[in-house]
Each structure stands twice: as C-alpha cells, then as structure tokens.
C-alpha cells in the first residue's frame, strides 16, 4: 500500500483580492509523478509555493513529509527540493561551484559532496561545462543545473514548476528522461505544466486546476475516460437519414454535422458500439464512404471542463518572462 507524502485539504491562499489558491485538497502518494496541469495563473506556482514553505499558508492544512508545512518549515525544507519556474542561478558562479554551493549549505560531508557532484553533473550531462560560469550557458544547460542542484541533497519529494518552460523539443525530452529517471530512483515528483503532451508523457496523476480549483483528477487515461466519450466522423451516401439513425441509438449522445461528415459523441467506447452504429445504418441501404474514431485527448478534457480551451501564453514570451527575473 503506498503512503501519502503529501497531503493537502482545502488549501487556500489569496493576494489581496486574487484568490489564487480556492479550497484545494489532494493527495500524492509516495514514489509517483504527480502533475498539475493548468492554464496561466491557475494557481499551480502559488500551491508549490505553499508547499515549500515559500509562501504561508493562510487556510486549510498541508502536510509533506508527514511535516506540518506552518509548524514544521525547516523538517519541510530538509525533505524537499524545489526547481522553481524562474531561473534562480548565481550568474558568476561556474556549474561545479554552483553544486558545491549548494552541497555546503546543507552541510554535506566533502566526499559525500563531491561524490554527488561528478554523479549529478554526468546525469544531466553537463561534463563539458564544469568549469563555465552560468551566465554563459544555454537556457537548457541552466534548466539541467538547476535540476542537479535540486538533488544534491537526496530530497525525498522534488518540486519543478515548470521544468521545461521555454526549452526545445529535444532538451525537453532529455529533462523528462532524467525526471523519469530520479523517480525511478525514489524520489516522489511533484510538478507544474501547462503542456498537455508533458503531463502526458510523465505522470502518474494529474489535477487539472483553473482558477484556483481543482476541476478534474486521475490518470491520463481515466481523465479522459471519464469524458465518456468517443468521437467517430462518419461520411455516408444519406447523411440526414444516417444521423436520424444514429442519435436514435442509446449510446450516440450527439449528432453534429460538420466539414469532416457527421459527427457522432458517444458515451461509451467508441470501438464497441462502432459496429452497431454501422451496422443500423448499412441495414438501411445507406452507403457509408468513410469511418473514423476518435479518441478524447487532455486537451478534449480541459474544454469538457472549462468550457474553453487552455490557451497557454506561448513558450517564447513565457521564456522571456522567466528571463527578465
Ligand atoms: N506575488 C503575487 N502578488 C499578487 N498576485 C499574485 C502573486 N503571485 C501570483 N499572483 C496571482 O495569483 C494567481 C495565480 O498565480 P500563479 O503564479 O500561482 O499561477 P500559475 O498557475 O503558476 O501560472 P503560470 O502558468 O503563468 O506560471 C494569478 O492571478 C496571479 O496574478
Ligand atoms: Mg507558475
């Protein structure tokens, strides 16, 4: 049975009269990869820094660790590890004395220090780089430093908002190859995005927050699932007299036509009532000249719950965001 490690209910936190974090509760069990996904300003950097004791917790209670984040900020902060979204580097201090920094401040013995550092600095491949200072490094190279400094320290649970805002396909990928590689180590992940693809590809669970709430919970599979929903669009020789057919039927909860044919919204999966629904049709000698099914995707997920799609502020201007801290 896993344990939770972090344990949140009805967590609030307003500035002046934004409320940024409104009553959410949620658990991460030890070992996984939890995300929270969500658009600008949901209140995902406001919660991380809450639960790192970056920010106090106005109401509700929040535990990480088995530690009180308001009466035990210093047993938090020995547990944790925190990437924040804006770079936070010591511009003239080269990537091993930036380790070493960190190594120091948390008093770790010097050949347990030095030892963690070749091993970090070869994890996130920054071999070459050693001795370069991090002002003339690339923003994926300050990304990946950022994220061995994080675990210099053997954190049980690593917070990364944002990990790879602003950075290419490729060094996106290599971050979440080491993300998947420090979980599979042990340590609990807990981390912000607003791309679908990178909650995707890494959690375990993910909560979709808008507006300071909490809207959906569940894998990526059983979010989508429980839409409920499956999309076929469907080209016939009769499209009126097919449709009437189809919204007849128990499982075809809508008939729309549109540019691609008719589209059919079916509360069950798609794959098993397909056969039916063609079946209905060809009994009435209509032609039917295309088929396809569609899967409901996260960002499918976040439309059925807001209403709207998760236009996110582009990368590039979130980049320069981050860069003018
Ligand atoms: N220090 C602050 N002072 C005033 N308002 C703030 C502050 N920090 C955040 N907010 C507001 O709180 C809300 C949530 O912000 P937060 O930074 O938590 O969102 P986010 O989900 O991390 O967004 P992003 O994806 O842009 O990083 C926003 O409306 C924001 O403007
Ligand atoms: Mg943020």
Redesign the pocket.
Known sequence: MANAIIEVSNLEHS??D?K??DKVSFTVEEGEIFS?L????????????VLTTQLPCQAGTAHVCGFDVRTKRQSVKKSISIVF?DEVLDRDMTVRETLEFHGRIYSMPRAERLAREKELIELVELEQKVNVRTKHLSGGMKRRLEIARGLMTRPRVMFL??PTIGLDPQTRHKIWDYIKGINEEGTTIFL?T?YMDEADALSDRIEI?DY?KIIATGTSESLKNTLGEDMIYLETGDDVKAAEIARAMSNVTEVKKTSKGLELILNADGSKVMPAILRSIGNESIDILSVKMKKPSLDDVFVHYTGREMR??SAEN?FHRRRRH
Do not use: C, L, R
């Open positions: 500035f002046g934004v940024a974090v929270f969500g658009p600008n300003g949901a209140g995902k950097s406001t919660t991380i820094n979204q908002d944002e912000t607003h927050i300071g996110a502020e979130m």
